[in-house]
């Protein structure tokens, strides 16, 4: 069953969070399925990712393509499934995620803005829901440009 981590974003823009997550991910050979509500902002996110890494190759895809299968990491607006068998479920802009699909994940994380507060409010509900249903949470703030560990509920490993 995934840890399910949440990030509170109060220093960088997503897209400047998400790169060394999708990174590290990669780094440990999962697959990452990175599900967000608005397809043209999800474009727009696939556009940065082929510039945002530099020398890095950053290897993802949108949804819909031939090889959705075949993506290690794969940008999607839709609200279930894992169609390129992620390890990792990623949530933006307060996309679900259920705790039976976690369960065969290794990871979850949540992505919010902390300056909007029905973003916060939001990723708060999650939390809780996650927590209700047994899911281990660690909950990470951004301070001096660096993640600390803030809080954690359920069981961890």
Not at 77 to 104: H, K, Q, T, W, Y
């Amino acid at each position: 069953m995934a840890e399910v981590f949440f990030y509170h974003l109060t220093e960088r823009a997503l897209e400047a969070a998400l790169v060394p997550l999708l990174l590290r991910s990669l780094e440990r050979g999962w697959r990452v399925l990175l599900r967000g509500r608005d397809r043209a902002r999800l474009e727009w996110l696939d556009e940065h990712l082929w510039v945002a890494t530099g020398e890095i190759f950053l290897p993802h895809g949108l949804a819909g393509g031939p090889h959705d299968q075949l993506q290690p990491v794969l940008l999607t607006p839709e609200s279930e499934g894992r169609p390129n068998r992620a390890e990792v479920l990623i949530s933006i802009d307060g996309a679900p995620l259920a705790p039976d699909e976690l369960a065969a994940c290794s990871r979850g994380m949540v992505l919010f803005d902390g300056n909007d507060p029905d973003a916060v409010a939001h990723a708060r509900g999650q939390w809780k829901a996650l927590a209700d249903a047994g899911l281990a949470l660690v909950y990470w703030a951004e301070e001096a440009g660096r993640w600390q560990r803030k809080a954690e509920s359920g069981r961890h490993g």
